[in-house]
């Protein structure tokens, strides 16, 4: 008999260890990553599952209750359409496992009246948990794809399997004197979020807020590389890491400095870091389908494109609808507050 409940503070102790199982957990099933969002965001709330048979875990399942202004709440398999779901855990019964996660998520919404459920899934995610979700009328939406490069076979196989430009822009930033280096120093990081608030500003996207990096750059799960020129910060990149997983999260490079090829140096670096400890995936995470150039560049590392997709449950339209009206001002307000904290 499965039956799938919130952590208690004793499992939560030892999340970390338990979906260590699983061979496709990554940082962002942490209790590091919990941590972190629970912290900085104040209108995101952590509710993570364990699905039980007898006593034994064989499925987690951590998820978000997010509410940016009353009445509206949603839960969250992970926020920033970052891929999210059940962690399988043990070799039973997969179906009876989602089975239990959906009928628990449905009691939740009931309760705490959340207007919509969302999923962000890996096309090669649990099948029986997709199927589940659908039956459960759950409706795939938006398609999405990141980029994924297998290092398991270590870092010289991998710079062979580079395309020569790649190459060459890692040897013509060193040869141009980029130096690339780990950092925990919060001067490093405040110099990353300015350039980094100038890009998002660019781009017409809303930051992360500052603390959440700063938070994460001091765990165990993310590490802050910087490129630097004649002592000048010219580009970084904040990734996250667990079990066999490497994630490129979030990323800037100073425009004038571009021909220099930081970013080249930067990413070259954290591959090698990554192979030199025993790591297997690089994910460099989803790209806009309009950015064709984008897809070509992860391309030319050897990575390889994975398709998601979102599923959703509506519980409450009004609700829905209510936060549909209202984001795109909440995000230009939230960005705005950003680029102030920092002055």
């Known amino acids: ?35 972190a969002l629970m912290t900085n965001f104040r209108q995101m709330k952590p509710i993570y599952f ?3 048979n007898d006593e034994d875990i064989v499925g987690v399942l951590p998820c ?23 962690l399988i855990l043990a070799n039973t019964d997969i179906k009876a496992i989602s089975d239990s996660v959906c009928q628990k998520l449905d009691e939740i919404a009931h309760k705490r009246h959340i207007s919509e459920t969302i999923f962000t899934l890996l096309d090669n ?19 999405y794809f990141t980029h994924i490069l297998s290092i398991d076979d270590g870092f010289d196989a991998v710079w062979e399997r580079y395309n020569k430009r790649v190459r060459g822009a890692v040897r013509k930033a060193e040869k141009n004197g980029v130096i690339v280096r ?25 930051p992360k807020p500052y603390s959440l990096l700063r938070y994460l750059q001091t765990s165990s799960i993310a590490k802050l590389v910087i490129a630097e020129l004649d002592g000048n910060f010219i580009a970084g990149l904040l990734f996250l890491y667990f079990n066999s997983h490497v994630r490129l999260w979030c990323e800037t490079s ?27 995936i690089v994910d460099f995470g989803a790209s806009p389908f309009d950015n064709e150039g984008l897809a ?24 829905k609808r209510l936060w549909t009206v209202s984001e795109p001002s909440i995000r230009r307000i939230y960005a705005a507050i950003q680029h102030f904290k920092l002055q």
């Open 1 to 35: 008999m499965f039956r799938t409940e919130l952590a208690t503070k004793d499992e939560l102790k030892n999340w970390n260890q338990v979906i260590a199982r699983c061979t496709y957990s990554e940082a962002l099933h942490t209790i590091e990553w919990r941590n």
């Open 50 to 52: 364990v699905t039980k």
């Open 64 to 86: 978000f209750i997010f509410q940016p202004i009353p009445l509206s709440k949603a839960i969250l398999s992970m926020p920033w359409t970052l891929p999210g779901g059940v």
């Open 125 to 143: 995610h649990e099948s029986n948990f997709i199927d589940s979700l659908k039956q459960k009328d759950y409706k795939q939406k938006d398609r």
């Open 182 to 206: 780990e950092t925990s120093d919060e001067a490093d990081m405040i110099k990353f979020y300015r350039t980094y608030l100038s890009m998002m500003k660019n781009f017409g996207s809303t």
């Open 254 to 280: 100073d425009p004038n400095f571009l021909s220099y090829r930081p970013n080249n140096a930067v990413i070259n670096y954290i591959i090698k870091w990554s192979c030199e400890n025993k790591y297997n």
């Open 296 to 319: 070509s560049f992860k391309e030319e590392w050897g990575a390889k494109k994975a398709w998601l997709s979102t599923f959703i449950k509506v519980h409450s339209t009004w609700r």
